[in-house]
Nanobody
């Protein structure tokens, strides 16, 4: 059974940083691209970032580029999202997701087939 468990969310002041983690199990983690999505209050699910199976290619939404860094540790089946210079508009529930396919850096919701339960990130003074 595929399991994705996010952690690392919390309350942070504007300008602060957080590092999200996603522990994966139940599949060969190193074979699949992975992604981060978020859902702000009252809004739909939004793609944040993704990377290919080896971690050598990444993609970012314009809102995340230059501030967030996605990475993965294939030896320990873990996905990360380092978030710096956080803004109030980054407040959302953040989800990690496993790609259905094994190639590229997908960024559409329907390209992912398993999701974590989410971790809350709140940016507020």
């Amino acid at each position: 059974e595929v399991q994705l468990v996010e952690s690392g969310g919390g309350l942070v002041h504007p300008g602060g940083s957080l590092r999200l983690s996603c522990a994966a199990s139940g599949f060969t983690f190193s074979m699949f691209p992975m992604g981060w999505f978020r859902q702000a209050p009252g809004k739909g699910l939004e793609w944040v970032s993704s990377l290919n199976s080896r971690g050598g290619a990444t993609g970012y939404a314009p809102s995340a580029k230059g501030r967030f860094t996605i990475s993965r540790d294939n030896a320990n089946d873990t996905l990360y999202l380092q978030m710096n210079s956080l803004k109030p508009e980054d407040t959302a529930v953040y989800y990690c997701a496993k790609s259905e396919g094994s190639r590229g850096i997908p960024h559409n919701i329907d390209e992912y087939d398993h999701w974590g339960q989410g971790t809350q990130v709140t940016v507020s003074s």
